[in-house]
């Protein structure tokens, strides 16, 4: 049997050693990939709560007047055209999200999911401007 020492053996040091070093820097290697993707893995957890926490909870009840987002595909929809059909009253409000709304206009009525719609607001209310004539200033 031969020992490393001896200068014909296969399993000299200097073939050893880069086998070593080799392993060694992929095991390194494989660990840095292990912390970083457990670090990905909770930054994503806790930007996922962060932005759960800011979703608004729409809470509509029956009798309530909300818009219609316009859904169909427009590539050039326009600057001034409007997104929002309406307004709507909610009929019925179903446990799975679904809402069923009657149309003022036209009296249909339809299923829609409840992230189409938002709240009608009636526009401010104007009172009357009284008009000031401005006169000369009496000298």
């Not at 050893?16 to 930054?43: A, G, H, M, Y």
């Not at 409000?93 to 679904?98: E, K, L, Q, S, V």
């Amino acid at each position: 049997m031969k020992f490393p020492d001896e200068p014909d053996s296969l399993c000299t040091l200097s073939i050893i050693e880069p086998i070593v070093q080799e392993v060694f820097e992929l095991d390194c290697q494989s660990k840095l990939e292990e912390d970083f993707l457990d670090n990905l893995e909770i930054e994503n957890k806790e930007t996922k709560v962060f932005h759960v926490a800011r979703i608004s909870k729409k809470n509509f009840t029956v009798g309530q007047k909300v818009l219609l987002q316009h859904s169909k595909l427009k590539f050039f929809p326009g600057k001034l055209r409007s997104r929002w059909l309406g307004p709507h009253v909610i009929t019925k409000i179903f446990a799975n999200g679904a809402v069923e709304i009657q149309s003022l206009k036209t009296n249909n009525t339809f299923k829609v999911n409840d992230h189409q719609l938002k709240e009608y607001r009636k526009g401010f209310q104007t009172e009357p401007v009284e008009i000031m004539d401005l006169e000369d200033p009496i000298l």
